[in-house]
């Protein structure tokens, strides 16, 4: 199969590359790079395409990319989570004020 050549690729992962492309343009990025980052994107989140054929791809890692957020936060304790919470609360309460007064 041809470097580029997307009919390995199931419609579900095709839509799934153009509507990020069309993400990626609206944000100013130029055609050419938009689809190859909603390519890279689509690999990285399914391990390439799901058809059938070719180098043995087709089984699921079951962790793309879009899934992966949030393990960071699951490794800290609830102390250390509450204590950022209110550090927050804090800065947030204190810069209303500031911006209050201005």
């Known amino acids: 199969m041809p470097r580029g050549e997307k ?9 799934k590359a153009d509507h990020i ?3 990626y343009e609206h944000r100013g ?4 790079e938009a689809e190859r980052r909603a390519w890279a994107t689509v690999n990285k989140d399914d391990g390439g395409g799901k058809k059938e054929g070719g180098s043995g791809r087709g ?3 079951g962790h793309p990319a879009a899934h992966k957020g949030g393990e960071a936060s699951a490794s800290r304790s609830a102390a250390s989570r509450s204590a950022s919470a209110k550090k927050a609360a804090a800065t947030r309460k204190r810069n209303a004020e500031h911006h ?3």
């Open 7 to 15: 009919s390995k690729y199931t419609d579900k992962q095709e839509r």
């Open 100 to 102: 209050a007064h201005s």
């Open 59 to 61: 089984k699921s890692t």
């Open 29 to 32: 990025v130029s055609d050419k």
């Open 21 to 23: 492309a069309e993400s």
